[in-house]
């Protein structure tokens, strides 16, 4: 069975930081591209960043460029997400999800996207 299991979500103040783990078990992605998207409640699920699965190549949302850093380590089938300088309006559930065709590009667009784990809270607010 094909899982993403995400963690590291919580309650932060404004300003603060938290790093997001997204391990796959079933399978490797060591080969796919993946992503975080985040659900606010009321709100569409909306792109945050990507990742090449080589790691080279990344791609951002405008509301969180220079706050929030994508990475892999192919070794471990993990993917991060390094969020800083949090914002209230960055409280949502974050998810994981990759790709299912190997070697494919990054994409901001939910429907490219084959496996998701089950979400994390994370929580902006003073």
């Known amino acids: 069975q094909v899982q993403l299991v995400e963690s590291g979500g919580g309650l932060v103040q404004p300003g603060g930081s938290l790093r997001l783990s997204c391990a796959a078990s079933g399978r490797t992605f060591r080969r796919n591209p993946m992503a975080w998207f985040r659900q606010a409640p009321g709100k569409e699920r909306e792109f945050v960043a990507a990742?090449?699965?080589?790691?080279?190549?990344?791609y951002y949302a405008d509301s969180v460029k220079g706050r929030f850093t994508i990475s892999r380590d192919n070794d471990k089938n993990t993917v991060y997400l390094q969020m800083n300088s949090l914002k209230p309006e960055d409280t949502a559930v974050y998810y994981c999800?990759?790709?299912?065709?190997?070697?494919?590009?990054?994409?901001?667009?939910?429907?490219?996207?084959?496996?998701w784990g089950q979400g994390t809270q994370v929580t902006v607010s003073s």
């Open positions: 990742i090449s699965w080589t790691g080279d190549s990344t």
């Open positions: 999800a990759a790709r299912g065709t190997p070697f494919g590009g990054i994409s901001r667009s939910r429907d490219d996207y084959n496996y």
